[in-house]
């Protein structure tokens, strides 16, 4: 197997520079990667009957050419090669479009199989291929469809397929173990290779499927589960021996009694913070369920063991928000906070990284400036990364690197499906908060067509009037020829010409200078400005408790998650709040959207269906999340397999067996596991 995984794929007859380049890009660089780069779909190259063909559908068609084929040129390069062949006594005229090379495959009297588009008003087809002439695989039955590119085509990528596995075929061993294939009833990796690229039948390459799924979601759990044991290993963090009454007194100081949840979660952190080890452990919650007091005791924590913690967020507004936040929590405690962002003036900036490596600064809030070089803790023990989806994977990895292995709380308000959670999350131990604080009024969500806007801004103005503040949202900022959405600024007039001079309305969007758009906010929050329009730079950072209504214009335009972040920037105050949905959706998805998020206000609910209507590639946006990324599998369709899988890597980790035995060497190396350590595979 060695050989499959560092073998170039250059060693096969046609693969130069140039073509190894762009297979590169398909992620195609040894024969391992070529014989795993398998079909997206498959072509049903069976021969049917002429009589239940319906229009406009692709078929294959077998009969006697009649004559030889016929080629007309016409413009440029432009051809029509036209013959006819007889089908069970019918005559059914045949054409192909600029491939004249193909009238050679065609002998009078002799069988033909063609594959293409049926006319039926005209009894006719229009060919796409030959796909069975004088030099083509008559008994061919299923055609693979491989992802191709400009620079390589989709029959390239299979000629290629079949020279590699009539060549090195016999390189290919078992990956997984023996009792694992008879458990779960899979086949052999090789046959089920074979299957996936040159199917006999629909339920051969189900079988086939099946196994790869399984090798995938073994391989990737092993990876994680294994990384995460080596990562518990003693010595690879510091034990934060914090002073328990202190964070005592911090909770019994607060104007409120923490849930049940939010009590657990302190728990499970102040028991990580203890260890030798480095913690690494994601904190989930809905929006406005209490992630940040929870955070705001482990920095108590840090404070009273003499060492330092550092906040991240993903935007300058969400770090002033947790920097205002913290500031207000800490007012009867000894805590020194400081604000570090990229609007954070030089001179400000040189007196901060002084304190802060002497270590006169407790805790130092910030984006991504704080993994800048020169930000140097004196004893740095504790990270919080809030919306931590947002940031890369190498971001993440730098800032938790600083210092002596900090421990490090992951937060995000977009809760997160199950199935998510063991793969993109998989290294990571995972605490939820799944209730919210008492006395808060669930917020009422409707879903309204663009030719009720009038009715809309009658509700508005009612809502006004009650000394509330309101939130407009709009998918872009300017005019867009490609898409037929408002746009924030077109809102913003019409809102002013509607509610102006009575009320005020400002405008926020991402192109703004961080100093205006932290202006805007400001007045905001100062109740300066009555309506906000703005596009979705408010989705994360905003709290303004008087704030009642979100207004969501062209709302089928969004993810759900998306919807219920944007939703959960009101109902922060003890008034009644209210998120309307503004959309015509074209298509059902659109509508069962719409209809989801006016049915519920649970963020886990609402997170599944999401990910089930979009897909986990959708579901965080940027590849650079940390989710992987499977050639077959599918966290949602295979869930059961992905459960297996995840159980049979524990089992196989708790047996001694698994780093010394010659029976595991295959799926060790499939791993990355080297001399009893795994490679940086995941980093």
Known sequence: MEKLFNESVTVLNGVGAKRAEALKKLGIETLWDLFTYFPFRYEDLTVQDIETIEDRQKVVLQGTAIAQAHV???GYKKSRLS?????????VPITFFNQPYLAQQIVEGEEIKVFGTWDASRMQLSGIKIIGGSTVNKNEKFEPIYHSSKEISHAVIKKLVVQAWDKYQGEIQEVIPEELISKYQLIPIKEAIYNMHFPKSPAVMD?????IVFMEFLIFQLRVQYRRLQHKNIGTGQAIHYNLERLKIFFSSLSFELTKAQKEAVNAISADMKRPIQMYR???GDVGSGKTIVAAGAIVAAQSANVQSAFMAPTEILAEQH??????????FDINVVLLTSSTSAKERRELLIDLKKGKIDCVVGTHALIQEDVIFSHLGLVVIDE??????????DLREKGEHPDVLFMTATPIPRTLSMTAYGEMDVTTINEMPPGRLPIKTYWIRKKQLKNLMNTIMKELKKDSQIYVISPLIEESDALDLENATRLAEIYRQTFSPAYRVALLHGR???IDKEEIMQQFKKHEIDILVSTTVIEVGVD????????????DRFGLAQLHQLRGRVGRGQKQSYCILVADPKGENGVKRMQIMTESTDGFKISQKDLEMRGPGEYFGKKQSGLPEFKVADIVEDESVLEAARYEAADLLMAETFLQNDAYHNLRTSVGIEDGRINDILD
């Open 72 to 74: 007309q040129y016409y």
């Open 544 to 555: 303004v408790s008087n704030a009642t209504m979100m207004v969501i214009h062209d709302a």
């Open 323 to 332: 920097f205002q936040s913290l500031q207000a929590i800490y007012k009867d």
């Open 207 to 211: 079988t086939a499927r099946s196994t």
């Open 282 to 284: 994601l904190l989930q």
């Open 388 to 397: 931590q989806h947002r940031f890369g994977v190498n971001q993440r990895k």
């Open 512 to 514: 703004m200078q961080a």
């Open 83 to 91: 013959f006819r062949i007889n089908v069970d006594h019918v005559i």
